[in-house]
């Protein structure tokens, strides 16, 4: 199992950045998946999850209405839109999947949101 996330960067507060996390070693379209961050000195906290077939899509109320979180199954690939970002999103971001009880996470993608 091999998540990679990419599109990380430093971003104006009010900017839009769209995460990827490219799935491989396991039939990506049969599990969910999900978003996490952990900011500097925190605890890694979950930010939304997305069902196989991407119609249940559970979010965080901190992000909710200006995160989406989707999926492309016939690219193993699962994106985060983050709109109007404020400081406060500053972090590094994780994919996760569960498969058979056992956590997979990616290496992680740095979001810093600042002026």
């Known amino acids: 199992v091999q998540l990679v996330e990419s599109g990380g960067g430093l971003v104006q507060p009010g900017g839009s950045l769209r995460l990827s996390c490219l799935a491989s070693?396991?039939?990506?379209?049969?599990?969910?998946m999900s978003w996490y961050r952990q900011a500097p000195g925190e605890g890694r906290e979950w930010v939304a999850s997305?069902?196989?077939?991407?119609?249940?899509?559970p979010i965080d109320d901190s992000v909710a209405g200006r995160f989406i979180i989707s999926r492309d199954n016939t690219k193993n690939t699962m994106y985060l839109q983050m709109n109007n970002l404020k400081p406060e999103d500053t972090a590094v971001y994780y994919c996760?999947?569960?498969?058979?009880?056992?956590?997979?996470w990616g290496q992680g993608t740095q979001v810093t949101v600042s002026t």
């Open positions: 996760n999947t569960a498969l058979e009880n056992v956590d997979y």
């Open positions: 070693g396991f039939a990506f379209s049969r599990y969910g």
């Open positions: 997305i069902g196989n077939n991407g119609i249940n899509r």
